[in-house]
């Protein structure tokens, strides 16, 4: 954490006095008119990406003010105004808990119901100035290192079942799709592994479960969110109002109920080792095994899946197989201490976190008036400004990263590119950062690459070829010999 206001974390930046202080470029619009109108280049006319990219043209500056959804008709108590940050220097002041909070912060100004949660401001809504967020905080990390020995094991049972799914698919049609394969795969490991509920025993959980968390996630995040339905219905039924709980709360109930009876040990640890509520926990586990894992890894894990199956002309797969079958050697047995050895593979895996992150924008609310300073101004932020980082543009910043618009594999490889991993930001936080009770990084930070890892190693030591088309079709497979 940044001990100075005007010194973001792991950026060396010019002394601030001798930048000069502007004021932040953008404007809101008239009430109503300006956010709405803002609301429907985001969705509709430009789309996410074109709307931060237009305005940097435009104000020729990565430090802008501007509305996100969402917004009128029936969002009176949501503030749209933000201040965009979209460069390296400037985004790193989402995570400087000196000068910004993440209190009751999640998508922007808005936050869904809290009867989606139980009534209960689970984790993604408590500052690490509340108390109580250390509870918590210090209850995942307990389950993440209690997991720690059983974790690739159950990983890898897992992924072996969806793998043969798909190849019984494949000998029957001309491709299978992994998309319910590979996120009943995820579901059924976080759901074991963090709370100790194996699906397998509720058949209705281990067959519908993940679509009740799906449906339950959707629901809260569809206004903000663009689907891509024909417009402008996608405007008027679904960017329009928030939507009850009680749509999606039969299925959250028999989640909930799963694992208040599956997951008994570990419950029983949050309310006795970390001063946590029976429903405290339950609430908790379900957001982190729905929001932080199963939603994470859901998007996370396709992006790999997609850049190693595409037509490439470079030899990327080759390359990656060669690496992992050399690190492996005859043993064929794979751990984390093996992948750690695969730097291809994981410069790999960084380089899909930057291209394209699982969560493309973050989120903090200024503590106090500050400083913040980008390459070439500083400018006045006041006390309850909310920034807006669009980490994708971010991570494609030309000052620090060559040729930010490519994919490159090897990018996070070498010395220069290890140096590059402080701006790699994706887990609230820099690659190079710690998590801990008093910061709001990744809880599963530390584990989150080396199983990315793990899991494109056991894809090139389980097959010699491998296709796969955008939409996550499985076209061939060649099994390794």
């Known amino acids: ?51 931060f990219r237009k305005r940097v043209e435009k104000y020729k500056s990565t430090v802008f003010r501007t509305n996100i959804p969402p917004t009128f008709p029936f969002f009176t108590r949501v503030n749209p105004h933000v201040i965009a940050v979209l460069d390296c220097k400037s985004f790193s002041y989402l995570f400087d808990l000196d000068v ?26 408590l500052d690490p100035s509340e108390p109580q967020h250390s509870q918590v905080k210090n209850f995942t990390l307990d389950i993440l290192k209690r997991s720690s020995s059983v974790w690739i094991p159950e990983f890898i049972s897992n992924v072996d079942v969806m793998w043969t799914t798909v190849e019984k698919d494949l000998s029957k049609n001309k491709s299978s799709s992994l998309h319910v394969p590979l996120q009943r795969c995820i579901f059924r490991f976080f759901t074991k592994i963090l709370a100790g509920a194996d699906t397998e025993n ?14 339950w996630i959707a629901i809260q995040i569809i206004p903000t969110q663009k689907v891509g339905i024909l417009q402008p219905f996608e405007e008027i039924f679904l960017h329009s109002c928030a939507y009850p709980s009680i749509l999606v709360s039969p299925g959250y109930k028999k989640l909930y109920n799963f694992l208040k009876k599956e ?10 080792d970390f001063g946590l509520t029976e429903e405290e926990t339950i609430h908790n586990l379900l957001f982190i095994i729905g929001v932080n894992a199963f939603a994470g890894f859901s998007a996370f894990l396709p992006e790999l899946i997609t850049r190693l199956g595409s037509t490439d002309e470079t030899g990327l797969q080759n390359k990656l197989r060669k690496e992992v079958r050399e690190k492996i050697g005859s043993t064929q047995q794979l751990s984390f201490e093996s992948v750690r050895e695969m730097e291809l593979v994981h410069s790999f895996v960084y380089e ?19 400083l913040l300073t980008s390459y070439d101004a500083s400018y006045e932020i006041k006390k309850g400004e909310l920034l807006c980082g669009y980490q994708v543009l971010a991570m494609r910043d030309p000052k620090v990263f ?17 140096e590059l991993l402080k701006y790699l930001y994706w887990s609230n936080g820099p690659q190079t950062g710690s998590t801990s009770a008093s910061n709001k990084q990744c809880a599963g930070k530390d584990v989150v690459v080396p199983t990315a890892c793990l899991f494109v190693a056991d894809l090139l030591m389980r097959y010699d070829s491998f296709r796969c088309s955008s939409s996550l079709n499985i076209i061939a497979v060649e099994k390794a010999k």
């Open 263 to 272: 997951g008994r040990e570990v419950i029983q640890r949050g309310e006795t």
């Open 100 to 125: 910004v909070e993440k209190k009751n912060i999640l998508i922007g100004d808005y936050m869904p119901s809290l009867s989606f949660t139980g009534n209960i401001r689970v984790s993604i809504y």
């Open 402 to 418: 060559d040729d930010p618009e490519s994919f490159k594999a090897d990018r996070f490889t070498g010395e220069k590119g290890r």
């Open 202 to 215: 509720s058949s209705e959980i281990a067959d519908k479960g993940f679509g009740y968390m799906n449906a």
């Open 1 to 51: 954490m940044s001990s100075s206001s005007e010194t973001p974390p792991n950026v060396v930046s010019p002394t601030p006095s001798v930048l000069p202080v502007k004021a932040i470029p953008g404007s809101y619009g008239l009430p109503i008119i300006g956010p709405f109108l803002d609301r429907l280049n985001y969705f509709w006319f430009q789309g996410l990406d074109t709307f």
């Open 352 to 370: 899909t976190l930057r291209y394209g992150p699982p969560v493309q924008c973050q989120y903090a609310r200024a503590r106090k008036d500050f």
